[in-house]
Antibody, heavy 117, light 107 residues
Framework: QVQLVESGGGLVKPGGSLRLSCAAS????????MSWIRQAPGKGLEWVSC????????YYGDSVKGRFTISRDNAKNSLYLQMNSLRAEDTAVYYC??????????WGQGTLVTVSS | DIQMTQSPSSLSASVGDRVTITCRAS??????LNWYQQKPGKAPKLLIY???SLQSGVPSRFSGSGSGTDFTLTISSLQPEDFTTYYC?????????FGQGTKVEIK
């Protein structure tokens, strides 16, 4: 069965960096676009970034452009999100999701990122 | 960016009720509209994609309709496990954007 497991979240100071990982299993990872979506505490869902199956096409939301970098390693069935210059407003649960049929059909359980001094 | 507006933001209903949630896009999105259910502390779960296609494993009491700018999610007979939050999302253009959510509460 499809499984997505995020890791790498934690507490970081404003201006700091963090790298999130998402380990995928149960499907052919290299066939799918993948996305990161976040949810601030008590708030709604915000799409962050997505990457094509080969990694050659990448998109970012305006709120993270220039600070976050999405990448993937198809040999390791893994998705990453490098987050730099973190701000308090980046505090959220970060989900990785598989993209299929123009929707996010499977989601991980999420990893919490807290940006605070 | 395309703005997605859900209504109502919350509603109260009873087990067995028929419930309808509306989602409106700020411009036409054809049928590039998805619905997700999110329970507290859990990841969202896909219910409906392409406006009206039921995701595998989702109960048939959930249905979606609409095209262009106006869409609806209908739950034909509310079950106890359905009292939670629902989000619509457009996937017509990047960035894909979500509605603000609709919380379905027990009356």
């Amino acid at each position: 069965q499809v499984q997505l497991v995020e890791s790498g979240g934690g507490l970081v100071k404003p201006g700091g960096s963090l790298r999130l990982s998402c380990a995928a299993s149960g499907f052919t990872f290299s066939d799918y676009y993948m996305s990161w979506i976040r949810q601030a505490p008590g708030k709604g869902l915000e799409w962050v970034s997505c990457i094509s199956s080969s990694g050659t096409t990448i998109y970012y939301g305006d709120s993270v452009k220039g600070r976050f970098t999405i990448s993937r390693d198809n040999a390791k069935n893994s998705l990453y999100l490098q987050m730099n210059s973190l701000r308090a407003e980046d505090t959220a649960v970060y989900y990785c999701a598989r993209d299929s049929r123009n929707c996010h059909d499977y989601w991980g359980q999420g990893t919490l990122v807290t940006v605070s001094s | 960016d395309i703005q997605m507006t859900q209504s109502p933001s919350s509603l109260s209903a009873s087990v067995g009720d028929r419930v309808t949630i509306t989602c409106r896009a700020s411009q036409s999105i054809s049928t590039y509209l998805n619905w997700y259910q999110q329970k507290p502390g859990k990841a969202p779960k896909l219910l409906i994609y392409a406006a009206s296609s039921l995701q595998s494993g989702v109960p048939s009491r959930f249905s979606g309709s609409g095209s262009g700018t106006d869409f609806t999610l209908t739950i034909s007979s509310l079950q106890p496990e359905d009292f939670t939050t629902y989000y619509c999302q457009q996937s017509y253009s990047t960035p894909p954007t979500f509605g603000q959510g609709t919380k379905v509460e027990i009356k």
